[in-house]
Structure formats: structure tokens, C-alpha cells
């Protein structure tokens, strides 16, 4: 039924041309280099060290590794990380 769902949704959002994140709830990441990520539609914070941050996604969850990330800036379902970011990992 879930599938179904998404499906009626993808076609939704390419019929009416909106972006699929808006319709679907899927994240958004904006990399600057290997220095900046924005992130949008997360879920909250799992983990947070100056090594590894894990966000919580609506499917799974993102992993970032590096070296000296600091959460810049956190609001409801938009966060800024800044650091040396090593990878980027979506875990479903």
C-alpha cells in the first residue's frame, strides 16, 4: 500500500511539476566543497561527535564523517554543518 502511495505521489509531483522532496518528504543535501552541507527535511539529531553525525530521516538516516563538524545552525526540519567532511552516507 505504502508503494502504491509513493508511486500516486511521484506522478502527482511530474504531472503538476513540483519537486519531488516537497510531495515526497525526501531530503535535500546542498554540499559546498568539503567544508559546508545543508541539509533539509531531517527528522532530528541521532548522534553527534566532531567525527560522525547521524540525522534521522522520514526513510533511514544520513551519516556525515569528518573532522571537526559543528552543527551551525539547527531548526525544525533544517540544519548547516561545517567541518572537513570526509562522506556522506544515506542508510535506508
Do not use: C, W
Request: glycine letters at 6%.
Amino acid at each position: 500500500m505504502e508503494k502504491r502511495r509513493e508511486f500516486f505521489n511521484r506522478a502527482m509531483a511530474d504531472f503538476l511539476e513540483i519537486p519531488r522532496d516537497l510531495v515526497l518528504d525526501l531530503p535535500k543535501v546542498t554540499i559546498i566543497g568539503t567544508t559546508e552541507l545543508y541539509l533539509e527535511n531531517h527528522r532530528g539529531i541521532i548522534e553527534y561527535s566532531l567525527e560522525r553525525l547521524r540525522v534521522n530521516l522520514s526513510r533511514g538516516f544520513l551519516e556525515i564523517q569528518g573532522q571537526n563538524l559543528e552543527i551551525r545552525a539547527l531548526l525544525t526540519d533544517e540544519m548547516s554543518v561545517s567541518g572537513e567532511i570526509r562522506s556522506i552516507k544515506y542508510l535506508d
